[in-house]
Structures are given as structure tokens and as C-alpha cells.
């Protein structure tokens, strides 16, 4: 038998991976928003053949690719500051525009990462718990207003302590929004019945991601190995 | 007599923003959007106890210098000057960067009142537009709707937001004339076309100041009504009088990677 302890150490999907598995999730024509880290590491891996429509809370949309560190215009940056590529069909608005898109629905896809998700889809991600002090910036109106919310986020915290929880003890960002969960060893759809694990990462089991989630996982009877292509 | 909202130099532009003023400051993260110049001359007159309206409180000029910003100044200045009361703001502190504001804020010298950025920015619309209140759901089920009116809208839970009226409104554009039309350039709108025109003056530092008739009317963002002054940056960026010398802003810059860094293993990434 696996112990946590081994399971803590045992080898995780790196960043890259888990932003390839998140780009999975985009589907042709979506508008996609991505938050700092691991989400914004998704716009690398748009699926080949879709037309993905990056928005950024600074006011652009349709965006390009970021560029190599120095070689931008600081005119022309993501809401993580990273200077990115004019691009065909690109458009910028102010800020009250930018969230009117956000509230209002018009969002398909936010991509954010988070400190704790609960059963309910409840969100904790905007108390930085190493700091004791919160930073809302969009997080609340991105986890209200967008159609789909996926979280990207490494499963547990660096000495194996629970992300995903029963109930969240940080500061709630907003509750029941998250509906896909992508993390380095499982991916898991929040649903009615509760979290339901459908892929595991190579070399991790139904029962090994398990030991690591608080709340009682529903193990999709088609529950296989994390696709990448 | 022809409209002209030009004043010459950004000290005379906010000679009359007093002690215990109200001011709305717009940008977002990245200094370019920001009115650095007028931060600037805020600072120099030297007015304390403010309420600052603004989606973050700054990195500070050195990080700015490091990335090549010829205005290097953001929030910060006003942050590490003490300049501030109280902050309406989004996004306070950074995830990878303790900033001043964090200092001061952990120091109980500081007060905060932090807003989803939406509704920060639409309580500065509504100001604008003479709306007030409007019903947001972001913020439902959160410490944010403390004290706040709720309302079922459609079988759905809404919390009442009202409008943030402000003294001033600093604000940054790419060109202006003398009327106050503004345009901006790529990313940089943010939260300056949100807030000129929402405050009681709006005081627009631009790149370039051009004849009335030289901006396409078809372009224009901001229209000059909502703009009472337009000011001029200087065409060349002022050297810095070794106010910073490069051995200290590499110093700085060494600090905030180390920062950022620790804070990244911290939070476990790898």
C-alpha cells in the first residue's frame, strides 16, 4: 500500500502539461481568459485547427502570442503584464467595457488558479495564505460571470496538505462556479453528485489521487489516463 | 474666447488637489498606463491624507526603470511618501511582490477598502454616468457583501453597489488637444477612459498634445466634455538626477527576482 507520504513525493504533471491539458478544454470559436501562472501558460497550446479568442481584463481582445522577454511594446501587454503579439481582429476597451464582457456572460472560458476548491465548487483564490492578506483583483467577477470556470492548480500544497476540501477555510472568492478542476495528477469535474475524477495522471491511481482529496471522489466508470493530444 | 483645457506644466495642473482629497488614479499593473508626471507633481506639492481610487497601489519606479519605462513613477510614490488615508483598490498586493502598501498595510498606517475590479470599475461609471447604484452578483457569499443591500433578481441573489464620487481624476492618455478629446494606445485605455469624467476634474496627462482637427473623429475614446485639463509630458524623458543610481536599481531588481522566487516556491510551483 501507497502511503501519502510516498504519494507526496511521487512524480507530478509539470506546468507545461497541465497548461497543455487545460487548452484541451478550448473549443473552437471560445473566448477565453486566462489568469497569471500555470492558466496563462494555455495560450501556448490552442488545439491545432481552433480559433481561440484570448481576453484579457486590461481591455484587449484577440491577442497574439507573448513574446520573448524585452522584445515588446509595453502598449501592448496581457493582464499579467507580459508583452504579446498584435494579432488579425485584435481589439482593445476600457475597464468597465472589459468586465461589462465578464459579467455579462460574454466569456466562454476562465482559466484561474486557486488555493482551495470545495465538493460544491466553491473558490479560494484571492487570500495569498503564505501572506495572510487577500487580493481580489478579478477573480471574483471572472468566477461569477464567465460560462465556464476551470481551475488549474497543483493538488495539494507543498507538504501534501488538502486543495481540494470538503468545505473552504480561506476566504470564499465565489461559491459554486468552478466546474473543472486540472491538476498535476487527476482531472475532476465539479457536478451535482459531487467531484467526479475522470482522468489520473501516468502512474497515478483512482485510489493514490484519493488519499490526496479531502472530499469523496465519484470515480467515472470511464475514468482513464490524462489525454495530451 | 477658444476653449483651451491646456495648463503647461503638471505642477500648476494639480495646484488646487488639497489635503484630504478624493482622487481617482488611472492605469492598471503596468506603469505605462499610468499619469506618472502627475503622481510626480502630487508628490512635490507635498498633500497628505488622500483617499486614492485605483485598480492596484504600484510596483515602484525602479521596477518600472529596470523594464525600460521612460515615467517610471506609478502608485507607489504616493504609497512610500505616505501620502495616502485610505485606498479603494482591486488588487492591493502582488502574489509574486511585497510591495509598500503591504508594509504599510501590515503597519496598520494605511486604511483599505478592496473592490471586486468590475465593480470598481462600474462604481466609477456609475459616478459617471449620474447612476445611483446598480446590483452586481460578484461579491454574493463573500466578505465583500458585508453591510451591502441584497436583492432577488430573477431568482438570483444581487448585492446593491454604489458609485464612488471622487474630487479629481488623474488619468493617462497617448494623444489629447485642446478641447480634451483623448485617444490612447493598445492596452493602455484600463481604467483611464472609466474614470475621465467621473470625478469633479479630470486632469488628462498625455504623450502629445495635437491640434484641434488632427484626431480622427472616428477614433476619438475619451470625448473632450469629460476632460477639464490636458498636460504634456515632456518629449524627452527627465534624466534622473541620480535620484536612483543604476547600482541601486539593479540592487532592487535583484531583490524583487529573489522575491518572486521565494514566493513561487512557496506557493509550490515548479
Given at each position: 500500500?501507497?502511503?501519502?507520504?510516498?504519494?507526496?513525493?511521487?512524480?507530478?504533471?509539470?506546468?507545461?502539461?497541465?497548461?497543455?491539458?487545460?487548452?484541451?478544454?478550448?473549443?473552437?470559436?471560445?473566448?477565453?481568459?486566462?489568469?497569471?501562472?500555470?492558466?496563462?501558460?494555455?495560450?501556448?497550446?490552442?488545439?491545432?485547427?481552433?480559433?481561440?479568442?484570448?481576453?484579457?481584463?486590461?481591455?484587449?481582445?484577440?491577442?497574439?502570442?507573448?513574446?520573448?522577454?524585452?522584445?515588446?511594446?509595453?502598449?501592448?501587454?496581457?493582464?499579467?503584464?507580459?508583452?504579446?503579439?498584435?494579432?488579425?481582429?485584435?481589439?482593445?476597451?476600457?475597464?468597465?467595457?472589459?468586465?461589462?464582457?465578464?459579467?455579462?456572460?460574454?466569456?466562454?472560458?476562465?482559466?484561474?488558479g486557486a488555493y482551495q476548491v470545495s465538493e460544491k465548487g466553491d473558490l479560494a483564490n484571492h487570500f495569498l495564505p503564505d501572506r495572510q492578506i487577500g487580493?481580489?483583483?478579478?477573480a471574483?467577477?471572472?468566477?461569477?460571470?464567465?460560462?465556464?470556470?476551470?481551475i488549474?492548480m497543483n493538488h495539494t500544497t507543498k507538504d501534501g496538505g488538502y486543495r481540494i476540501v470538503k468545505k473552504c477555510s480561506y476566504p470564499v472568492t465565489a461559491n459554486k462556479?468552478v466546474?473543472?478542476i486540472?491538476?498535476?495528477?487527476?482531472?475532476?469535474?465539479?457536478?451535482?453528485?459531487?467531484l467526479?475524477?475522470?482522468?489520473?495522471?501516468?502512474?497515478?491511481?483512482?485510489?493514490?489521487?484519493?488519499?490526496l482529496t479531502e472530499p469523496?471522489?465519484?470515480?467515472?466508470?470511464?475514468?482513464?489516463?490524462?489525454?495530451?493530444? | 474666447?477658444?476653449?483651451?483645457?491646456?495648463?503647461?506644466?503638471?505642477?500648476?495642473?494639480?495646484?488646487?488637489?488639497?489635503?484630504?482629497?478624493?482622487?481617482?488614479?488611472?492605469?492598471?499593473?503596468?506603469?505605462?498606463?499610468?499619469?506618472?508626471?502627475?503622481?510626480?507633481?502630487?508628490?512635490?506639492?507635498?498633500?497628505?491624507?488622500?483617499?486614492?481610487?485605483?485598480?492596484?497601489?504600484?510596483?515602484?519606479?525602479?521596477?518600472?526603470?529596470?523594464?525600460?519605462?521612460?515615467?517610471?513613477?506609478?502608485?507607489?510614490?504616493?504609497?512610500?511618501?505616505?501620502?495616502?488615508?485610505?485606498?479603494?483598490?482591486?488588487?492591493?498586493?502582488?502574489?509574486?511582490?511585497?510591495?509598500?502598501?503591504?508594509?504599510?498595510?501590515?503597519?496598520?498606517?494605511?486604511?483599505?477598502?478592496?473592490?471586486?475590479?468590475?465593480?470598481?470599475?462600474?462604481?466609477?461609471?456609475?459616478?459617471?454616468?449620474?447612476?445611483?447604484?446598480?446590483?452586481?452578483?460578484?461579491?454574493?457569499g463573500t466578505t465583500?457583501?458585508?453591510?451591502?443591500?441584497?436583492?432577488?433578481?430573477?431568482?438570483?441573489?444581487?448585492?446593491?453597489?454604489?458609485?464612488?464620487?471622487?474630487?479629481?481624476?488623474?488619468?493617462?492618455?497617448?494623444?489629447?488637444?485642446?478641447?480634451?478629446?483623448?485617444?490612447?494606445?493598445?492596452?493602455?485605455?484600463?481604467?483611464?477612459?472609466?474614470?475621465?469624467?467621473?470625478?469633479?476634474?479630470?486632469?488628462?496627462?498625455?504623450?502629445?498634445?495635437?491640434?484641434?482637427?488632427?484626431?480622427?473623429?472616428?477614433?476619438?475614446?475619451?470625448?473632450?466634455?469629460?476632460?477639464?485639463?490636458?498636460?504634456?509630458?515632456?518629449?524627452?524623458?527627465?534624466?534622473?538626477?541620480?535620484?536612483?543610481?543604476?547600482?541601486?536599481?539593479?540592487?532592487?531588481?535583484?531583490?524583487?527576482?529573489?522575491?518572486?522566487?521565494?514566493?513561487?516556491?512557496?506557493r509550490g510551483?515548479?
Amino acid at each position: 500500500m501507497t502511503t501519502k507520504a510516498d504519494l507526496i513525493k511521487k512524480e507530478k504533471l509539470d506546468r507545461q502539461i497541465m497548461a497543455l491539458r487545460v487548452a484541451k478544454e478550448f473549443q473552437d470559436c471560445n473566448v477565453v481568459n486566462l489568469g497569471i501562472g500555470i492558466p496563462g501558460l494555455a495560450a501556448n497550446f490552442v488545439p491545432a485547427g481552433r480559433e481561440v479568442i484570448f481576453h484579457s481584463e486590461n481591455g484587449v481582445l484577440g491577442f497574439g502570442e507573448i513574446t520573448l522577454p524585452g522584445e515588446g511594446d509595453l502598449d501592448l501587454v496581457n493582464a499579467g503584464g507580459q508583452t504579446v503579439k498584435v494579432a488579425p481582429g485584435m481589439s482593445f476597451f476600457g475597464h468597465d467595457e472589459s468586465f461589462v464582457m465578464v459579467r455579462g456572460g460574454h466569456i466562454d472560458i476562465s482559466v484561474m488558479g486557486a488555493y482551495q476548491v470545495s465538493e460544491k465548487g466553491d473558490l479560494a483564490n484571492h487570500f495569498l495564505p503564505d501572506r495572510q492578506i487577500g487580493t481580489i483583483g478579478g477573480a471574483m467577477d471572472l468566477a461569477c460571470g464567465a460560462k465556464k470556470v476551470i481551475i488549474a492548480m497543483n493538488h495539494t500544497t507543498k507538504d501534501g496538505g488538502y486543495r481540494i476540501v470538503k468545505k473552504c477555510s480561506y476566504p470564499v472568492t465565489a461559491n459554486k462556479c468552478v466546474k473543472l478542476i486540472v491538476t498535476d495528477i487527476a482531472v475532476i469535474e465539479v457536478t451535482k453528485k459531487g467531484l467526479v475524477l475522470k482522468e489520473v495522471a501516468p502512474g497515478w491511481t483512482p485510489e493514490d489521487v484519493q488519499v490526496l482529496t479531502e472530499p469523496k471522489l465519484v470515480v467515472d466508470p470511464k475514468c482513464h489516463e490524462i489525454e495530451l493530444m | 474666447m477658444p476653449l483651451n483645457k491646456i495648463v503647461t506644466s503638471f505642477d500648476e495642473a494639480v495646484a488646487d488637489i488639497n489635503d484630504g482629497a478624493v482622487i481617482m488614479v488611472g492605469g492598471f499593473g503596468t506603469v505605462v498606463s499610468t499619469p506618472s508626471c502627475l503622481l510626480e507633481a502630487l508628490d512635490r506639492k507635498g498633500v497628505k491624507n488622500l483617499t486614492t481610487v485605483s485598480n492596484s497601489t504600484g510596483f515602484g519606479a525602479d521596477v518600472w526603470r529596470m523594464a525600460g519605462a521612460p515615467f517610471p513613477e506609478d502608485m507607489d510614490i504616493l504609497v512610500r511618501n505616505m501620502r495616502i488615508k485610505k485606498a479603494i483598490v482591486a488588487a492591493p498586493v502582488s502574489a509574486l511582490f511585497v510591495n509598500n502598501f503591504e508594509k504599510l498595510l501590515r503597519a496598520g498606517k494605511v486604511e483599505i477598502e478592496m473592490v471586486p475590479q468590475g465593480t470598481l470599475a462600474e462604481r466609477i461609471r456609475a459616478a459617471k454616468a449620474g447612476i445611483g447604484g446598480f446590483y452586481v452578483q460578484v461579491g454574493v457569499g463573500t466578505t465583500v457583501e458585508e453591510g451591502k443591500e441584497k436583492k432577488i433578481i430573477d431568482g438570483r441573489e444581487y448585492i446593491l453597489e454604489l458609485p464612488i464620487k471622487a474630487d479629481f481624476a488623474l488619468i493617462h492618455a497617448y494623444k489629447g488637444d485642446r478641447w480634451g478629446n483623448l485617444v490612447y494606445r493598445g492596452t493602455s485605455r484600463t481604467f483611464n477612459p472609466t474614470m475621465a469624467g467621473a470625478a469633479k476634474v479630470t486632469i488628462a496627462e498625455v504623450d502629445e498634445i495635437v491640434e484641434l482637427g488632427a484626431l480622427d473623429p472616428e477614433a476619438i475614446v475619451t470625448p473632450g466634455i469629460y476632460v477639464d485639463r490636458v498636460v504634456a509630458r515632456p518629449k524627452e524623458a527627465p534624466k534622473m538626477e541620480g535620484k536612483t543610481t543604476d547600482a541601486e536599481a539593479k540592487e532592487s531588481r535583484k531583490k524583487y527576482e529573489a522575491d518572486l522566487k521565494k514566493a513561487q516556491r512557496k506557493r509550490g510551483d515548479r
